[in-house]
């Protein structure tokens, strides 16, 4: 008798996860994991003390304490001018990565399509699959900067329409692995299809906070039409160093809130309260380190990219979020799993595998991706490695 689940069976574990634990084996640096090595800002750790030490240990409301969802109503209004309902549409999960699958288990039916840029961030497909949904991939190439062409996007959409139609459309931006920032002539085009040929925009906006070179993130749903048909999910770990609280959020209309709570209650029951009440303080009081952080990300991408062109690599410099891929035909002739395994055993640098990132495996095996959210000592001997490569 089979033990596992048919959807179980449809997908493997998490490459990037895998790579950390090959850098803890091999006492590598960890370039893998999008994970900051620098501590988190002193006034969302103090906020969370206080709220321990004033005993906001129990249960929050199952969607988000009030005051996390009044912070985050706030800020959309300060930031993008969009109006935010704290008590019916804001949904508050453990972390973006919950929001985003109770997000596509509320909305999406069996059988139902939903679509996905390529390359993309490992837990989507596994996402839609848990929903009995199916994936649809539209490829973006790195030879034209990650862009994608309007015309090409609606002929495949179109024929999605003769199988049944999309349900949906995942949107990540700034965009992990390529930190491409989608400009606002793209997401206008988008939200015209979304309108055009029905279908919602569950956007996974996580790096928002993190943009470079003037470049500027706007919410989808801040774009006519689009607010009644867009999830917008984000949260606190990117922005705030805190990948391990697990804070995140989905924001939608009340119809789709109140499923998407459903199914977040019945996944995880809540996130953690006193983290929760540190989160509200800090975003209320945070619009001035929005920009430091920005402003210092910028720097560790600036190494980043010298040092793996110094190293041989065809580089694409991100316009947002702290990921590089690199093209590694220049250095090597393996593919990039090999390569990557060489690189974390023999150089002590762990990566990971272009093709984790797409779904099938002759897409990505000329790439790798690099995350450089590290403190500038540890990006420079993670060069000093690198360029052991020119002499091998």
């Avoid at 704290?86 to 288990?105: F, K, N």
Wanted: glycine residues 6%; proline residues 5%.
């Amino acid at each position: 008798m089979t033990r596992i689940s048919q959807k179980a069976a449809q997908f493997s574990e998490s490459v990037i996860r895998e790579m950390t634990r090959l850098a803890n084996r091999y006492e590598a640096i960890n370039l893998a994991q999008g994970f900051p090595n620098f501590p988190a800002p002193a006034f969302i750790k103090d906020a969370a003390c206080r709220a321990i030490q004033q005993d906001i240990n129990q249960y929050a409301i199952t969607w988000g304490a009030p005051s996390l969802r009044h912070a985050i109503s706030s800020l959309y209004q300060r930031l993008y001018r969009i109006e935010v309902d704290p008590e019916r549409e804001i949904t508050v999960c453990c972390g973006a990565t919950e929001a985003m699958i109770a997000s596509v288990m509320a909305t999406v039916n069996p059988g139902e399509q939903v679509l996905v840029f390529e390359p993309f961030y490992e837990n989507y497909g596994p996402d839609i699959i848990l929903a009995g949904a199916r994936p649809v991939y539209f490829p973006l190439s790195p030879e034209n900067g990650w862009e994608f062409s309007i015309d090409d996007l609606e002929a495949v959409i179109f024929d999605a329409e003769k199988q049944g139609g999309l349900k949906a459309l995942i949107l990540n931006t700034p965009n992990n692995p390529t930190g491409r920032v989608f400009s606002e002539e793209e997401l206008s085009a988008l939200a015209a299809l979304s309108q055009r040929y029905d279908f919602l925009v569950i956007t996974d906006e996580i790096y928002e906070h993190i943009v470079y070179d003037n470049h500027r993130h706007r919410p989808i749903a801040s774009l006519p039409g689009m607010r009644s048909r867009t999830i917008t999910i984000s949260g606190l770990s990117k922005t705030f160093s805190v990948t391990g609280w697990r804070l995140g959020y989905a924001i939608s209309v009340p119809e789709i809130a109140g499923a998407i709570r459903k199914v977040h209650d019945f996944l995880t029951v809540g996130a953690a309260a006193p983290l929760q009440q540190a989160a509200a303080e800090a975003i209320l009081n945070a619009d001035d380190y929005f920009e430091s952080l920005a402003e210092d990300y910028r720097e560790r991408r600036d190494l980043m990219f010298q040092i793996l062109e110094e190293a041989g690599f065809r580089v694409w410099k991100p316009a947002g979020a702290y990921y590089m891929m690199a093209d590694i035909r220049d250095v090597t002739s393996k593919n990039d799993r090999d390569f990557v395994e060489e690189l974390v055993r023999d150089y002590g640098v762990a990566t990971v595998p272009g093709t984790s990132f797409y779904r099938s495996t002759e897409k990505g095996q000329h790439l790798i991706r690099f995350a450089f959210c590290k403190t500038l000592d540890v990006l420079e001997e993670a060069g000093k490695r690198l360029r052991r490569l020119n002499r091998s």
